[in-house]
C-alpha cells in the first residue's frame, strides 16, 4: 500500500536553530515525487520543496533542504535558521506518476519555534 | 482571479441536508482536486479532474458524494444527506496538468464544513 508517515505529532525548536521533519514512504512504484507543505493556522497549505525520485542531488529552497535517502524511503525536510514565522503544521506528501496527480498525505508534524 | 478561490468559506448544515461546496481554480490550470482534512489530520484526497473528466473519482468515501466540473474551471463538490462524519474541512487545489513530474499544487483556503 502506498503511504506516508511522519512519526512527530510536535516538535519544538528554538529560534535560529536548525530542525529535521522526518519523513518515512513506502511504494513499489519506482517513479515518483515527493513533497512538502506547510499549514499554518490559518489553515492555507503552502508548497515548499518537491523532490523526483529519480533526482541524483538533494532539493533545496531557500532555508529549506530535503534530505533524500532513497534506499531507506525517507523524504525529511530541514529547515536551517528557524523563524517564529516557521510555527506551523507540515506535511510530507507523495505523488505517484502513473495514477495521475492526486497526492498522498502523512499526518503531518506540528512545529512550534520558540524564542 | 491570483488564487484558488472557494465559497464559502463556512458551512453549518443540520443532518440530513445536502450542501454545495465551489472550486474556482486558478485560471488556465487544467487539473483540478478535492482533499478532505478532519481535524487534526492530514488531507485525504477524493477525487481529480483533468478538464472536465474525472480520471480518478477513488477517494470519494460513498454514493453520497459527488462531484462535477464545468468548462474546465469551476468545479462543485455535492454531499448529499450529510452525516456528523462529514465535518472537515474541504480543500480544492489545482494545479497546470499532471504531465509535468514537478507540478505544483495549489490550494485554496477550504470550505469548514460542520454538520449538527
Known amino acids: 500500500a502506498q503511504k506516508i508517515t511522519q512519526t512527530q505529532p510536535g516538535m519544538f525548536v528554538q529560534e535560529k536553530e536548525a530542525v529535521t521533519l522526518d519523513c518515512t514512504y513506502d511504494t513499489s512504484d519506482q517513479s515518483y515525487g515527493l513533497f512538502w507543505y506547510k499549514q499554518p493556522s490559518s489553515g492555507e497549505m503552502i508548497f515548499l520543496i518537491y523532490?523526483?525520485?529519480?533526482?541524483?542531488q538533494n532539493a533545496t529552497e531557500g532555508r529549506y533542504s530535503l534530505n533524500f535517502q532513497k534506499a531507506r524511503k525517507s523524504a525529511n525536510l530541514v529547515i536551517s535558521a528557524s523563524q517564529l514565522g516557521d510555527s506551523a503544521m507540515y506535511f510530507c506528501?507523495?505523488?505517484?506518476?502513473?495514477?495521475?496527480?492526486?497526492?498522498?498525505f502523512g499526518q503531518g508534524t506540528e512545529l512550534s519555534v520558540k524564542p | 482571479g491570483a488564487g484558488v478561490s472557494q465559497s464559502p468559506s463556512n458551512k453549518v448544515t443540520e443532518k440530513g441536508k445536502d450542501v454545495e461546496l465551489r472550486c474556482d481554480p486558478i485560471?488556465?490550470?487544467?487539473?483540478l482536486y478535492w482533499y478532505r482534512q478532519r481535524l487534526g489530520q492530514g488531507l485525504e484526497f477524493l477525487i481529480y479532474f483533468q478538464g472536465n473528466s474525472a480520471p480518478d473519482k477513488s477517494g470519494l468515501p460513498s454514493d453520497r458524494f459527488s462531484a462535477e466540473r464545468t468548462g474546465e474551471s469551476v468545479s462543485t463538490l455535492t454531499i448529499q444527506r450529510t452525516q456528523q462524519e462529514d465535518s472537515a474541512v474541504y480543500l480544492c487545489a489545482s494545479s497546470l496538468g499532471t504531465g509535468v513530474r514537478k507540478e505544483t499544487q495549489y490550494f485554496g483556503p477550504g470550505t469548514r464544513l460542520l454538520v449538527l
Open positions: 485560471s488556465g490550470h487544467t487539473a
Open positions: 523532490q523526483g525520485s529519480y533526482d541524483e
Open positions: 506528501a507523495m505523488r505517484i506518476y502513473n495514477q495521475g496527480g492526486k497526492l498522498i
